[in-house]
């Protein structure tokens, strides 16, 4: 199974990104998808959570600015991200729970991250 994240880049501030991630591999179901980031000299925190029925959540911080959605056929989350501010520096990584062919439970699996530079 492999996660495949695109969409990242440098935006000026009040701009706008959208990312993507593909999951891909011997897959039964996917579960809850999310987007985390990690800033330099910082944690990595969750950003945005979309779960398998739609329901999403998404850290105080991008609330209102950040989207999160998803699209079942083709194991793909995305985040749209507007109104960028500079503190959105970081490098995103997308993740999600996958039930695997020959597996019994769901496992999180990650992306390799994309990198996305507010800056002017």
């Known amino acids: 199974v492999q996660l495949q994240a695109s969409g990242g880049g440098l935006v000026q501030p009040g701009g706008s990104l959208r990312l993507s991630c593909a999951v891909s591999?011997?897959?039964?179901?996917?579960?809850?998808m999310g987007w985390h980031r990690q800033a330099p000299g910082k944690q990595r925190e969750l950003v945005a959570l979309?779960?398998?029925?739609?329901?999403?959540d998404y850290v105080d911080s991008v609330k209102g600015r950040f989207t999160i959605s998803r699209d079942n056929a083709k194991n793909t989350v995305y985040l749209q991200m507007n109104s960028l501010k500079s503190e959105g520096t970081a490098v995103y990584y997308c993740?999600?729970?996958?039930?695997?062919?020959?597996?019994?439970?769901?496992?999180?699996?990650w992306g390799q991250g994309t990198q996305v530079t507010v800056s002017s």
């Open positions: 591999g011997s897959i039964l179901s996917i579960g809850a």
């Open positions: 993740n999600a729970r996958v039930l695997e062919r020959g597996s019994r439970d769901y496992r999180g699996r």
């Open positions: 979309i779960t398998s029925g739609g329901n999403t």
